[in-house]
């Protein structure tokens, strides 16, 4: 079992949808979680930044974090044509990935219809 | 503010020969990390760099090495190529302390072995 397990898709939405990505974790040290956006043959963008369980909120995007189950999302209301990307969780035991680096999912390939 | 800038961009090596990758961090950024992502695969942490000693590594062989220099500029270095180094070689910035440290990507350099 990979320690952080991510669909890779695609997902094919219809433009206005809501977008629900998601990732599974085996580690259970993790506190710091977050959501990168990367398009085609450019380097990952933080999206969000979530520490410890919970939800957080930016815009039209909501990450959730629930421990307890080792699960964690990404909503994205009224998804946009430009939203189209990979979508990269990634998690780690210290704040900003410390000694140990981040840990990435394989990435969700997300695709938006107009 | 200047983001992180990667060079070079593209890069094709013949197996067995070596390769050095530059990194430039973001304004202010004291640590930088390095990662490899294959195609389709998310990112894989390599070693991190702060105050110019190597601060963690990830599960790569030695003849992945780094260096940073006092600006916080940073080189990756492969040693004896093999087809499997092919992928996007990433670097991102990072300031550590706080509550708030996040690491930005830059666009990667895609080194091709043949």
């Known amino acids: 079992q990979k320690e952080v397990e991510q669909d890779p898709g695609p997902l094919s939405v219809p433009e206005g949808a809501i977008v629900s990505l998601n990732c599974t974790y085996s580690?259970?040290?993790?506190?710091?979680f977050m959501w990168y956006r990367q398009y085609s043959r450019k380097g990952p963008e933080l999206l969000m930044y979530t520490y410890s369980s919970g939800n957080k909120e930016d815009g039209r995007f909501t990450a959730q974090v629930d421990k307890s189950s080792k699960y964690i999302s990404l909503f994205i209301r009224d998804s946009q044509p430009s939203d189209s990307a990979t979508y990269l969780c990634a998690m780690s035991q210290y704040s900003g990935g410390g000694a140990d680096g981040l840990t990435f999912g394989k990435g969700t390939h997300l695709i938006i219809q107009p | 503010e200047t983001g992180v800038t990667q060079s070079p961009t593209h890069l094709i090596k013949t197996r067995g020969q070596q390769v050095t990758l530059r990194c430039s961090s973001q304004?202010?950024?004291?640590?930088v990390s390095w990662y490899q992502q294959a195609l389709g695969q998310g990112p894989q942490f390599i070693f991190q760099?702060?105050?110019?000693?190597?601060?963690g590594r990830g599960n790569f062989p030695p003849r992945f090495s780094g260096l940073q220099f006092p600006n916080y500029s940073s080189e990756l270095n492969v040693n004896a190529l093999e087809l499997d180094d092919s992928a996007l070689y990433l670097c991102?910035?990072?300031?550590?302390?706080?509550?708030?440290?996040?690491?930005?990507f830059g666009p990667g350099t895609r080194l091709t072995v043949t």
């Open positions: 760099y702060y105050r110019e000693e190597e601060n």
């Open positions: 580690n259970s040290a993790f506190q710091y």
């Open positions: 304004s202010g950024h004291n640590t």
């Open positions: 991102a910035s990072s300031l550590p302390g706080g509550t708030t440290y996040e690491q930005y």
